[in-house]
């Protein structure tokens, strides 16, 4: 019982730290958005992945060189599609805000990453002919409904805040986050090619809980390059963004920016530790929980920490009410798919 009472504490310090992330971002101020994506991200996809991996590895440069060129480019390529959802998902938090954003990007995530892989595996069948299958697909249908709900929460949001929210755009924000959840799949790929790297982690003497972390080195470095890429395409390109104009702040003004922005980066990366130590103290025959309680607590720490921050503030209780009526069906929808993919 000890156990399990851990595992649930460190999934919601996990999801704890994924839901909230982005709130030191939202803190930012005078930096554009892409230089803040960028600082944070160098932390979260390089800077930290790579420190780890030279504590964990005996020799850093033999165990990546072991691994051949083919399979290092297949795990990137995944990441580089993960990058995608990934960006993307940045971009829902910034047109959707937290509370809204990550509603409809965890709800479409769920959604897609649901159906993907009995699809790309030519198992779709099953979805409709057994057990497991017919409560993943119920938990697909109350993830619509929740979407949906969040939705139209968050168009009473844009009607009744218009003209005060610089950024709030439902409709870019909503296909923001169908792209995300379609292009986060990337990530269960990567893990999924880089399982001969995880083998020859523990071959070396890696502890198990942290052997699928030196993957990430290439899964996040794919990853980066998108971000990366996005972020100073624009900076470069768009004559209202300028990089030299954010490092021309003054010294006060970077340092806290920078601050704000490499906390984000950190929390982000966290998850991965913290959702590791959760699953090792789950038994076997309840790692469904793993799912349920990381996207669940996801969702509803999302949705609390944008409440805090005053994203909803001069909204009446009927859109707010449906805010929390859309969380309550997306975690319940999690719940279930959770249940599904456990029968």
Same mark, same amino acid.
């Given at each position: 019982?000890?156990?399990?009472?851990?595992?649930?504490?460190?999934?919601?310090?996990?999801?704890?730290?994924?839901?909230?992330?982005?709130?030191?971002?939202?803190?930012?101020?005078?930096?554009?958005?892409?230089?803040?994506?960028?600082? *944070?991200?160098?932390?979260?996809?390089?800077?930290?992945?790579?420190?780890?991996?030279?504590? &964990?590895?005996?020799?850093?440069?033999?165990?990546?060189?072991?691994?051949?060129?083919?399979?290092?480019?297949?795990?990137?390529?995944?990441?580089?599609?993960?990058?995608?959802?990934?960006?993307?998902?940045?971009?829902?938090?910034?047109?959707?805000?937290?509370?809204?954003?990550?509603?409809?990007?965890?709800?479409?995530?769920?959604?897609?990453?649901?159906?993907?892989?009995p699809l790309m595996h030519g198992q779709a069948a099953m979805l409709f002919t057994t057990r497991s299958g017919l409560i993943t697909m119920s938990g697909v249908f109350v993830a619509l409904i929740g979407v949906s709900i969040v939705?139209?929460?968050?168009?009473?949001?844009?009607?009744?805040?218009?003209?005060?929210?610089?950024?709030?755009?439902?409709?870019?924000?909503?296909?923001? *986050?169908?792209?995300?959840?379609?292009? =986060?799949?990337?990530?269960?790929?990567?893990?999924?090619?880089?399982?001969?790297?995880?083998?020859?982690?523990?071959? &070396?003497?890696?502890?198990?809980?942290?052997?699928?972390?030196?993957?990430?080195?290439?899964?996040?470095?794919?990853?980066?390059?998108?971000?990366?890429?996005?972020?100073?395409?624009?900076?470069?390109?768009?004559?209202?963004?300028?990089?030299?104009?954010?490092?021309?702040?003054?010294?006060?003004?970077?340092?806290?920016?920078?601050?704000?922005?490499?906390?984000?980066?950190?929390?982000?990366?966290?998850?991965?530790?913290?959702?590791?130590?959760?699953?090792?103290?789950?038994?076997?025959?309840?790692?469904?929980?793993?799912?349920?309680?990381?996207? =669940?607590?996801?969702?509803?720490c999302g949705s609390l920490v944008g409440l805090a921050l005053g994203e909803w503030a001069g909204v009446n209780n009927r859109a707010i009410r449906l805010l929390w009526a859309g969380v309550v069906v997306i975690i319940a929808a999690?719940?279930?798919?959770?249940?599904?993919?456990? =029968?």
């Amino acid at each position: 019982m000890t156990s399990v009472v851990a595992g649930i504490g460190w999934h919601i310090v996990g999801a704890s730290m994924a839901a909230s992330f982005y709130a030191p971002i939202e803190r930012v101020k005078q930096w554009s958005w892409e230089t803040t994506w960028a600082v *944070a991200g160098l932390f979260s996809w390089i800077l930290l992945p790579i420190g780890v991996s030279l504590i &964990l590895l005996p020799d850093f440069h033999s165990f990546y060189a072991a691994m051949g060129t083919s399979l290092l480019l297949r795990v990137a390529l995944f990441g580089a599609m993960w990058g995608v959802g990934n960006v993307s998902y940045g971009l829902t938090m910034r047109y959707l805000g937290m509370s809204l954003g990550i509603g409809v990007a965890i709800g479409v995530t769920l959604i897609v990453g649901t159906l993907v892989p009995p699809l790309m595996h030519g198992q779709a069948a099953m979805l409709f002919t057994t057990r497991s299958g017919l409560i993943t697909m119920s938990g697909v249908f109350v993830a619509l409904i929740g979407v949906s709900i969040v939705s139209w929460a968050g168009h009473q949001k844009e009607r009744q805040l218009k003209g005060h929210l610089e950024e709030f755009n439902v409709g870019l924000g909503l296909l923001l *986050a169908v792209l995300c959840g379609i292009f =986060s799949s990337g990530m269960s790929f990567a893990i999924d090619a880089a399982q001969p790297m995880q083998t020859a982690a523990i071959a &070396l003497g890696v502890n198990p809980l942290y052997a699928a972390l030196p993957s990430y080195v290439i899964i996040m470095g794919g990853g980066a390059v998108i971000n990366m890429a996005y972020c100073f395409i624009r900076l470069a390109v768009l004559p209202r963004l300028s990089l030299r104009d954010d490092l021309n702040q003054p010294r006060p003004t970077i340092a806290r920016n920078a601050l704000l922005a490499s906390t984000a980066g950190i929390m982000w990366y966290l998850q991965f530790f913290f959702y590791a130590w959760g699953a090792a103290n789950i038994p076997q025959h309840l790692s469904y929980v793993n799912w349920m309680l990381h996207m =669940s607590i996801y969702v509803l720490c999302g949705s609390l920490v944008g409440l805090a921050l005053g994203e909803w503030a001069g909204v009446n209780n009927r859109a707010i009410r449906l805010l929390w009526a859309g969380v309550v069906v997306i975690i319940a929808a999690a719940n279930l798919v959770g249940l599904g993919m456990a =029968s």
